[in-house]
């Protein structure tokens, strides 16, 4: 999934270049509630138009391109509150559009097929994507009103059963299960023609799949080293 | 999806270097990931947190921190050390790694290379897919949630050995999860669908 070539981009990268060369960028815009006709404009004249802080664009942009962001990029980020808008937008997408989807897919292979290898998956994925609607679940309810109250708080943390292990335990769990999934499909379970939804059903499982990865890159990798470093400086207060 | 992907930590001060580097990897077969680092602190905190399987060290930064090095190669000595040489160095300097790259490699000879120590790094026996007989009897008893411990007493084997066989069915099939596993032993027709 990473092993790109694509452009590391800067303030003046032009939008529809940056759009035509990684069309997953569509969807970085759709998460921060960007409209995708975005006519000549630069990355920096685009954040601006829809108050959004370049940096963040900059690390998401380039991270969706492959690009890991160094301890310098990650501070530069300022609006803690916007990442977690981004992040329930994931949360909304996982829901409304690409398990109703999926699941669609699968209902149209065990309709055309019969084939009972299809129904074991169709329950595989079932309780697999509860799996992921309770980690969702964890972050609505837990995780991110503890990040927004600590943001809020002049003082020092509130108490909260949040914990940065049980959130990377999730998330590898989230990526085993669907790499099973593409493994069975890919080399296990023989399903004979209906090569076109099948195809489709696959294309869906890996935008599901780098959808979550963005996620929990952007969780692991951004959004807790910022919360480590203010609940840093709270203890500090003290 | 990361069991299958090469980590390579670079610790190499010139941007130009490191990117010529980088391209000459990505035109390479191997599915990988490269991490940039610029000291040895840097590096042993990448290697407590992710599975690197290769590191490329420029020696000019170790010069003077042969003790640190060491230290850190013990730590990770099943990750494959080769050396990035563009300058002329002590043989002894060089003999603290496993393979040295030379900047006037040609791409061929960088890329057997890479290949060569990423062969090494897969076990031989897992190559055939299929699974053994034995593997097939602790897969079932895994399917019906017996422990390591339980499968050892029953049959008759070392937890060790069960260890090892549940590895190589992860890595024959490519199946992690229990539920993933069960699908699997169904639609190879080890199980019957009844005992789902």
């Known amino acids: ?200 059903l696959f294309f869906a499982l890996m935008e599901l799949e780098f959808d979550l990865k963005m996620h929990s890159l952007i969780e692991e990798t951004i959004l807790l080293p910022l919360i480590a470093e203010i609940e840093k400086s709270r203890m500090n207060e003290q | 999806m990361s069991s299958d992907r090469i980590n390579i930590a670079i610790l190499e001060p010139s941007d130009i270097i490191n990117e010529g580097f980088t391209n000459i990897l990505l035109k390479n077969e191997c599915y990988f990931f490269v991490f940039r680092v610029y000291s040895l602190d840097e590096l042993s905190l990448l290697c407590s947190k992710e599975q690197i399987n290769i590191v490329v060290v420029n020696p000019q930064l170790i010069i003077n921190k042969s003790h640190e090095f060491t230290r850190l190669r013990r730590s990770y000595n099943h990750i494959n050390w080769i050396a990035l040489v563009y300058s002329i160095y002590d043989n002894e300097l060089l003999s603290r790694f496993q393979s040295t790259i030379s900047i006037t490699d040609s791409f061929e000879i960088v890329s057997n290379k890479i290949s060569q120590t990423i062969v090494r790094n897969t076990s031989s026996d897992a190559t055939q897919e299929e699974l053994s007989e034995r593997e097939i009897e602790v897969l079932m008893q895994l399917i019906n949630g017996l422990s390591n411990k339980e499968i050892a007493d029953k049959l008759n084997i070392s937890i060790h050995t069960v260890i090892s066989h549940r590895k190589n069915i992860i890595e024959k099939t490519g199946i992690k999860s229990l539920p993933g596993l069960t699908i699997y032993a169904i639609s190879k027709k080890i199980m019957q669908l009844g005992a789902e």
């Open chain 1, 1 to 200: 999934m990473y092993r790109t070539q694509k452009t590391y981009i800067t303030a003046g990268t032009r939008m529809p270049e940056l759009i035509k060369e990684n069309p997953r960028i569509l969807l970085l815009l759709e998460h921060l509630e960007v409209d995708f006709v975005v006519g000549d404009s630069t990355v920096s004249q685009l954040c601006s138009a829809n108050s959004i802080p370049v940096e963040l664009f900059l690390v998401f942009g380039n991270l969706y391109n492959g690009f890991f962001p160094d301890r310098k990029e990650i501070r530069s980020i300022k609006d803690i509150r916007l990442i977690i808008r981004f992040l329930k937008s994931n949360h909304h997408y996982y829901i409304n559009d690409k398990y109703p989807e999926i699941i669609g897919y699968i209902r149209e292979l065990q309709d055309l097929t019969k084939n009972e290898g299809v129904r074991l998956i169709k329950k595989f994925f079932q309780e697999y994507f509860n799996e992921v609607l309770e980690h969702l679940d964890y972050e609505d309810k837990t995780a991110f009103p503890y990040f927004i109250e600590l943001i809020e708080s002049r003082k020092t943390a509130p108490k909260t059963n949040f914990s940065v292990n049980d959130y990377q335990e999730h998330h590898t769990d989230v990526e085993t299960k669907l790499g099973d999934l593409k493994n069975l499909l890919l080399k296990h379970i023989h399903i004979t023609n209906e090569l076109s939804t099948r195809r489709k």
